[in-house]
T-cell receptor, first 112, second 114 residues
């Protein structure tokens, strides 16, 4: 069965430091992969997605993610975080029925 | 352009009562999705409308949940009677085509069943 694992429930990072959020998936075919972010009081917003082609994907707000088929991973990165990046981040994979299978989310806490 | 709107933002009810959640998608979006997130867990798919038709309702937990989308515009999700395990955040999302495209989410309804 398809699944998505986000191993870190919480991550704390100092403002200005680099960030990497982990995402591992289980899916038989070439996956469609997504990262969404939910800021406090807001709906989820799409950061970036991978369908095919270049395995390094650029998204909004300075985020990028790299698809690594050999590791079944799609980790999200940002070189320097800002206080406004504090939010919950969700990784998802699109299944054969065009529905999304979601991870449990990672809460990002920014230290001043 | 207005985003996806959900109402109410919070609802606290007692076990056995009925609650109706509403979602207004972005105008012109034929695809409407309901998801639920129980505290700290992953977001779970409930169902998918294409216009007024239920395309996929495989995620609906049981027959206490009834979703409608009359006229292919707004959607309602009714829980009757509510049980304790129904507590969670109910998200609605819409898209022009399908979920492997960009989804636009509402801010959710926090449902607490006491």
């Amino acid at each position: 069965a398809q699944s998505v694992t986000q191993p870190d429930i919480h991550i704390t990072v100092s403002e200005g430091a680099s960030l990497e959020l982990r995402c591992n998936y289980s899916y038989g075919a070439t996956p469609y992969l997504f990262w969404y972010v939910q800021s406090p009081g807001q709906g989820l917003q799409l950061l970036l997605k991978y369908f095919s082609g270049d395995t390094l994907v650029q998204g909004i707000k300075g985020f990028e993610a790299e698809f690594k088929r050999s590791q079944s991973s799609f980790n999200l990165r940002k070189p320097s975080v800002h206080w406004s990046d504090a939010a919950e981040y969700f990784c998802a994979v699109g299944d054969s029925n065009y529905q999304l299978i979601w991870g449990a989310g990672t809460k990002l806490i920014i230290k001043p | 352009e207005a985003g996806v709107t959900q109402f109410p933002s919070h609802s606290v009810i007692e076990k056995g009562q009925t609650v109706t959640l509403r979602c207004d998608p972005i105008s012109g979006h034929d695809n409407l999705y309901w998801y639920r997130r129980v505290m700290g867990k992953e977001i779970k798919f409930l169902l998918h409308f294409v216009k007024e038709s239920k395309q996929d309702e495989s995620g609906m937990p049981n027959n206490r949940f009834l979703a409608e989308r009359t006229g292919g515009t707004y959607s309602t999700l009714k829980v009757q009677p509510a049980e304790l395990e129904d507590s969670g955040v109910y998200f609605c999302a819409s898209s022009l085509r399908w979920a492997n495209e960009k989804l636009f989410f509402g801010s959710g309804t926090q449902l607490s069943v006491l």
